[in-house]
């Protein structure tokens, strides 16, 4: 079973929508988590940490539940610029962060 | 000012030879990694050194040899390349290693073995 897994999608979701998407981990000792963001043929680039009581930061919603091992992401209002694959990734108590392979997110007009 | 830069951008190579990739960032931070993105899109961990000293080396071939002069620069060297390290190589840094930092990555190294 892989780390970090992912819906790869596509979610194709017209400009305005709200799109939402989880990931599950299998490591139950995983202490930090994040959603990253990148772009076709760009580097990855932190969108926002996910905290244990859940998080905003405008119109991205983070929640972590722990008891059931997934994280999701949650756009409200989408633009054409949300269209991106998202990164959901996951670090134990080590060095090393794990990534899924992306949730794919096309905005359309 | 670009933050983690990567040379080359692009490397296009045959199999067997010997190739190096190499990272740089301005930001002051003490620990550096490699990253290989395959096709699938996985980001892996390859590498990474905290303060010239190599914390991490996960299970990659020995044909890869990180090497760090200085705790601003993280080189990758590949010895006899092969077909599948066709990917994107991606440098990254965070502040310090550890639980909860943000990670800075490079533009990436796109490789590909003829």
């Known amino acids: 079973r892989k780390e970090v897994e992912q819906d790869p999608g596509p979610f194709n979701v017209p400009e305005g929508a709200t799109v939402a998407f989880n990931c599950t981990y299998s490591?139950?000792?995983?202490?930090?988590f994040f959603w990253y963001r990148q772009d076709c043929r760009k580097e990855p680039k932190l969108l926002m940490s996910?905290?244990?009581s859940g998080n905003e930061d405008g119109r991205f919603t983070a929640q972590l539940n722990r008891a059931s091992q997934y994280i999701s992401l949650l756009i409200r209002d989408s633009k054409l610029s949300d269209s991106a694959t998202y990164l959901c990734?996951?670090?134990?108590?080590?060095?090393?962060?794990?990534f899924g392979a992306g949730t794919t997110v096309t905005v359309r007009a | 000012d670009t933050a983690v830069s990567q040379t080359p951008k692009y490397l296009v190579t045959q199999m067997g030879n010997d190739k190096s990739i190499k990272c740089e960032q301005n930001?002051?931070?003490?620990?550096m990694y490699w990253y290989k993105q395959d096709s699938k899109k996985f980001l892996k961990i390859m590498f990474s050194?905290?303060?010239?000293?190599?914390?991490i080396n996960e299970t990659v071939p020995n044909r890869f040899s990180p090497k760090s002069p200085d705790k601003a620069h993280l080189n990758l060297h590949i010895n006899s390349l092969e077909l599948g390290d066709s990917a994107v190589y991606f440098c990254?840094?965070?502040?310090?290693?550890?639980?909860?930092?943000?990670?800075?990555f490079g533009p990436g190294t796109r490789l590909t073995v003829l």
């Open positions: 050194y905290n303060n010239k000293e190599l914390i």
């Open positions: 930001l002051g931070h003490d620990t």
């Open positions: 990734v996951v670090n134990r108590n080590d060095y090393k962060l794990s």
């Open positions: 996910v905290y244990s």
């Open positions: 490591n139950s000792a995983s202490q930090s």
């Open positions: 990254a840094s965070s502040q310090v290693a550890g639980v909860g930092n943000e990670q800075f």
